[in-house]
């Protein structure tokens, strides 16, 4: 277990990618009154799981620079998607938000960013126990 | 980064929202006014809101998507409504010669009503800006302690 | 146990690695840590060495931190809705190395007793 190990570098990914998340959803609330303000969404699941190839289903070559890195754990350019929200529904001036779906997600993104950071502390945790167990 | 502009962001929805308020509670509070400075009855106010990106341009070439989609609110303008209405009144100090009275024409309703939504709306603003900054604490504890 | 060569013992407790551990613990006391009588590892009648079974706990070990990390990443991921689960498997790996890294420990120290011990 080193300090590059892959499970960390998809947490610390994670972890950016939640905040950006967070960001996002306030810039929904904020706007939930503005005229023709289309409510978005982010995506970075798919992103990541692709990057660490969990279950060794999704083997592909990478030959070239603009290839998607697959399971080798090159998290450096993992990109989120981003796009309007498709279920919103629009109100008559043109609003998409509905803000108690947004207060929903919101919640949920605060709960995994702080198990993220939970986890991240444990495995911090178990390294530093093992540099300091020696005698 | 990101928490700092969420945090502009859920504030700029607060600003906005509390205009909002203090235009609706005006337009209650003027619902009999028929003398202003400028002459004539009150007129009714309304805010409009716009939403602009919340980067400056330097940085969303570095930040990508997400600085053209993260947006910050304000309320762009406060409009006056022309429209005023007569009401028959002929022992009105303001009636003209006919005894017509010209009234703001403000729906006391209608002002209630927005005035409820922009509270809940300072409200969820409210809720997003603590929960970012609860996000901001618990990254803090990251290596803390262990 | 007697403790027939010392410098056996030392050649054994040299070998870094678990495996070669297990094995010169094997070869230099020619024979298991059985104590008569009480209860052995492993299917009845049969003994298991101290080696062997220091070596499988080991992997054992190293399993559970491999399916902690797999579970971490499926969590980050989305591709698991499971935090309970994944907590406890991270807690449970996280247990196990600590429980090791005190059973080495211990070793160590038992080494060190006997490298002080006056012949």
Known sequence: MDVNDKTLKALTTALNFR?????????????????????????????????????????????????????????????????????????????????????AQMAENKLMYDALVQLINKKMGIMKYAINSEK | MDLLSSLRISSSGLAAQRKRMEAHSSNIANAQTTRTAEGGPYRRKEVVFGSEPERDS?????????????????????????????????????ANSEGYVAMPDINPMVEMANMIEAQRAYESNV???????????KTLEIGRGN | MSIKDISGFQNTLGNADAKGWSRSVDNNFGGNFNIEGAPSVGEA?????????????????????????????????????????????????????????????????????????QI
Do not use: C, W
């Open chain 1, 19 to 103: 905040e950006m998340r967070q960001e996002l959803i306030s810039s929904n609330v904020a706007n939930a009154n503005t005229p023709g303000f289309k409510a978005k969404k982010m995506d970075f699941e798919e992103a990541l799981a692709r990057a660490l190839d969990v279950d060794g289903q999704m083997g592909m070559n990478v030959t070239d620079g603009r290839h998607h890195n697959v399971g080798n754990g090159g998290f450096n350019n993992l990109e989120p998607e981003i796009y309007d929200n498709p279920n919103g529904v629009v109100a008559e001036n043109g609003n998409t938000v509905d803000v108690e779906a947004e207060m």
């Open chain 2, 58 to 94: 330097f940085s969303e070439i570095l930040e990508g998507e997400l600085a053209e989609n993260a947006q910050t609110v304000h309320a762009t303008e406060v409009v006056h409504t022309d429209k005023v209405i007569f009401k028959h009144d002929p022992t009105h100090p303001d």
């Open chain 2, 127 to 137: 809720t997003a800006l603590n929960i970012t900054k609860q996000m901001a604490m």
């Open chain 3, 45 to 117: 009648g049969g003994a298991k060495s101290f080696g062997e079974f220091l070596s499988e706990s080991i992997g054992k070990v190293n399993s559970m931190q491999n399916e902690a990390n797999v579970a971490m990443e499926q969590l980050a991921s989305g591709e698991s809705q499971n935090l309970h689960e994944t907590l406890l498997a991270v807690e449970k790996a996280d247990i196990a190395f600590r429980t090791m890294n005190q059973v080495r420990t211990k070793v160590i120290d038992a080494y060190r007793e006997i490298m002080k011990m």
